[in-house]
T-cell receptor
Framework: KQEVTQIPAALSVPEGENLVLNCSFT??????LQWFRQDPGKGLTSLLL?????REQTSGRLNASLDKSSGRSTLYIAASQPGDSATYLC??????????FGTGTRLKVLA | NAGVTQTPKFQVLKTGQSMTLQCAQD?????MYWYRQDPGMGLRLIYY???????DKGEVPNGYNVSRLNKREFSLRLESAAPSQTSVYFC?????????FGAGSRLTVL
């Protein structure tokens, strides 16, 4: 059974800092992994999708990597801004339509 | 494009009442999902529909029923609401493996 863990639960950084958010999963037979952003009281917005055959994906200041052998994915945010403050969630699927979510990392970027 | 639309956005129920959460997507996606989000628990899958005409249980299906009315619509029904069903409910659909979420429905059961 796939389990997804995100540590730390919360993180505060000064504006401009580069940072890494972590996502661990237990089943290496992963089909894809997706990163989301959630603002307070809002739905989830997809940021990046990494297929099992890929090592990383990039979108603007965001870079997500996938290492199936170690059961880890990281989301790298370059030059963080106060507007990046949100909760970031990862979700993994082993191809059975069941996306399993981590509990998220609540990020606060201080101006 | 509207994407995934959920109604209602807010609802307060008394224990034992029933209600249906509606979800519609206009992206021609085959698969649709219902999740609930609780503090400290993350998102948990209630039911999903891999394609029109099929539905399957997720992690926490007890107390819920679903209907995939057509390709666009996937509804979630609470037959006899309980306080433990107080939560934020999200509908989602997948296209090209990307999960797209609705804005959520906040349900309170007194």
């Amino acid at each position: 059974k796939q389990e997804v863990t995100q540590i730390p639960a919360a993180l505060s950084v000064p504006e401009g800092e580069n940072l890494v958010l972590n996502c661990s999963f237990t089943d290496s037979a992963i089909y894809n992994l997706q990163w989301f952003r959630q603002d307070p009281g809002k739905g989830l917005t997809s940021l990046l999708l990494i297929q099992s055959s890929q090592r990383e994906q990039t979108s603007g200041r965001l870079n997500a990597s996938l290492d199936k052998s170690s059961g880890r994915s990281t989301l790298y945010i370059a030059a963080s801004q106060p507007g990046d403050s949100a909760t970031y969630l990862c979700a993994a699927t082993s191809g059975t339509y069941k996306y399993i979510f981590g509990t998220g990392t609540r990020l606060k970027v201080l101006a | 494009n509207a994407g995934v639309t959920q109604t209602p956005k807010f609802q307060v129920l008394k224990t034992g009442q029933s209600m249906t959460l509606q979800c519609a997507q206009d992206m021609n996606h085959n698969s649709m999902y219902w999740y609930r989000q609780d503090p400290g628990m993350g998102l948990r899958l209630i039911y999903y529909s891999a394609s029109e005409g099929t539905t399957d249980k997720g992690e926490v299906p007890n107390g819920y029923n679903v209907s995939r009315l057509n390709k666009r619509e996937f509804s979630l029904r609470l037959e006899s609401a309980a306080p433990s069903q107080t939560s934020v409910y999200f509908c989602a659909s997948t296209g090209a493996n990307v999960l797209t979420f609705g804005a959520g429905s906040r349900l309170t059961v007194l």
